[in-house]
């Protein structure tokens, strides 16, 4: 399972891992101006588990793989 640390900011996993814009979009996560949030708060923000968007995001990086 890939570990994203929860202290990350929305901004900083969008730089790491590029692909990962469309499932925070799909989520609901703000991706502009709440860009500079953790990303367990945007996910509270959005109310959705954080291990919900992590799992999502691990999925789509890894399709190409």
Not at 22 to 35: E, K, Q, S
Not at 37 to 56: G, H, R, Y
């Amino acid at each position: 399972m890939m570990k994203i640390d929860p202290d990350l900011t929305v901004n900083e996993i969008i730089k790491r891992y590029p692909k990962a814009l469309p499932v925070l979009n799909a989520f609901a996560i703000d991706t502009c101006c709440g860009g500079e949030d953790p990303i367990a708060a945007a996910a509270t923000a959005a109310n959705v588990p954080l291990e919900t968007i992590v799992s999502a995001i691990a999925e789509t990086i890894h399709a190409d793989a």
